[in-house]
């Protein structure tokens, strides 16, 4: 891991490996149905902290992601920029949920914020291990929102 890509999803600051990301769109642009079938849109923010999104941001960004699994789309609030990598992580400490400790096992600290290190790896087996929808938005639901401004809800 050479480089580190920061983004913010709800109340998480997040590092996603920059290398394990094939593309970046806007979620405006995020529109084949084809592609939501091949693997759903994940909001990390409502899915980490296992609830609905309510809102989708204007600035809203799709991470198209590789895993062990095959693609990922990631929904986030926004991408804040690429760093190159930390020299230290530290383990996650205990005041955070099971969740995310599961998906974000590491942290370090960037600019005095602390920064999740997602493991893109572990995202698809956990959720479907959990068997939870929440964060999973259909596209449906995204144009919906992006075209009327209405509220996203779990399918």
Do not use: W
Not at 13 to 32: H, K, N, P, W
Not at 113 to 121: E, F, P
Not at 138 to 148: E, F, Y
């Amino acid at each position: 891991m050479e480089k580190i890509c920061l983004v913010e999803a709800g109340k998480f600051t997040l590092g996603i490996d920059a290398a394990v990301i094939l593309s970046t769109r806007d979620a405006e642009s995020f529109r084949d149905g084809e592609l939501e079938e091949k693997f759903p849109l994940l909001h990390l923010g409502a899915f980490l902290g296992q609830q609905s999104l309510a809102v989708l941001k204007p600035e809203a960004v799709v991470l198209e992601v590789e895993n062990c699994a095959g693609l990922s789309a990631l929904l986030v609030d926004r991408v804040i920029g690429e760093i190159a990598a930390p020299d230290r992580f530290e383990p996650l400490p205990l005041l955070y949920p099971e969740l995310t400790a599961r998906c974000c096992p590491q942290l370090f600290i960037h600019q005095s914020q602390l920064v999740l290190q997602l493991d893109v790896q572990a995202l698809r087996p956990i959720r479907e291990k959990l068997q939870t929808t929440c964060g999973v938005v259909s596209l449906v639901d995204l144009s919906a929102q992006s075209n009327a401004g209405k509220k996203l809800l779990n399918p």
